[in-house]
């Protein structure tokens, strides 16, 4: 019959669904916790890179330093960061909402956009943003060089006063179910609420100033590679949730359509009995 | 009195820690320089180069690209040496 085999033919690919979905959710979980690890390796760094800046930095005059320099905001950087694949649930389109809000709010002319990611670099190049970078085709085989490209292009439009400020849109990672989309200011950098006083003498060489200023950049290009890597492990995080639930979908529809199948097979069978006992009864008669 | 002293290099993907390390030599900005046991607090910045560790035991080579030297600087107690080098980018280099 025509129908049952729809129905067979139906339940068969949405098996196969399922069973890809699920395979994207192992992968998934496994890239979480990879993630995970290494920015758990980059912490040490990150922490003793800013405990020195924050030890240098009230010795001496801030005023020299660019990166950390409040100036009058004209154009502000924003570097929204997505991922380069869907199936993701709302994780893209919920950054690049807020992106949209944030530009509106500053002015569509005075914002330059660096955009990481093939989700974000698509919706704003076709829309007729400020865009001044795209990144993408990186997450695949992220490391910490590509964190420093980025950061360094944004860090010379500082310093070229192209832009007052950066800014960072992205999702941090919070739990394997939850993320917390937050908007960042990266620069000018603000230690002041860290600022440790000690007493100690030391030798630097060359000079505090020298040091200082060579070590913020290589602060703000760990502060990039955490970010991006908060942004990748919550880009799986959110592929695992959004593939759990499809996974579930899936079992839920293959299970109606076994009710189904099983309905029209049951029918099947009935009317074929009662074309033989009509038959037989027929020959009786 | 020993003259041993602790050693991490702390890179931004790896950090490599050693406990008995009797002399470092770093690639400072003005030529390489040395640390040994009982080095004057310095903060020093680092170039590219080589960073050789030898240990008791041993001896381990680095290779380094800019990176900072923090020598003793946050110990509170003067009792325990302890060298932190921070590295953006340092590989073990085969022996």
Known sequence: MANLKN????????????????????????????????????????????????????QISVSDISLVEKRKV?????????????????????????????IEKLGKD????????????????KRDFNVKET??????????????????????????????????IYNRFKTLASQDLIIEKVLPVDFTADYSVTNYNYDYEPGQKEIVSTLIPKHINVQMWQQLLESYS?????????????????????????????KARQAAITTEMLEIVGGAEALVD | MSKLFKL??????????FE????????????????????TNSIINLT??????????????????????????DSSDDIEDKVLLLVENAEELDK
């Open chain 1, 234 to 262: 919550s880009e799986e995080a959110a592929r695992m949730i959004a593939m759990d639930n499809a996974t579930e979908n899936a079992k839920e529809i293959i299970k109606e359509l076994k009710l189904e199948f099983n």
């Open chain 1, 110 to 125: 005075s914002v330059r956009l660096f955009c990481l990611g093939k989700k974000a670099s698509e919706y704003f190049s």
């Open chain 1, 7 to 58: 129905l067979s033919e139906r339940i068969k690919s949405v098996t196969s669904i399922q069973q890809v979905t699920k395979a994207m959710k192992m992968v998934a979980a496994a890239k979480v916790k990879k993630a995970q690890e290494k920015m758990e390796i980059s912490r040490p760094y990150s922490k003793s890179t800013q405990d020195l800046i924050c030890r240098i930095l009230p």
């Open chain 2, 8 to 17: 991490d290099i702390v890179t931004p993907v790896k950090t490599f820690s």
């Open chain 1, 135 to 168: 990144y993408f085709d990186f997450w695949k085989d992220m490391n910490y060089d590509t964190a420093s490209n980025i950061s360094t292009s944004f860090i010379n439009a500082f310093e070229n006063n192209e832009i007052d400020e950066v800014h960072v």
């Open chain 2, 20 to 39: 008995n390390v009797s002399y470092v030599k770093c690639p400072g900005v003005d030529g390489y320089f040395g640390i040994m046991k009982n080095h």
């Open chain 1, 74 to 102: 004209q154009n502000t950087g924003i570097i929204v960061i997505t991922s380069d694949r869907g199936f993701a649930g709302s994780f893209n389109s919920s950054v690049i909402r807020l992106a949209e809000k944030e």
């Open chain 2, 48 to 73: 590219d180069g080589t960073i050789s560790v030898k240990t008791d035991k041993n001896e381990v080579k680095f290779s380094c690209s800019y990176g900072i030297a923090d020598i003793n600087s």
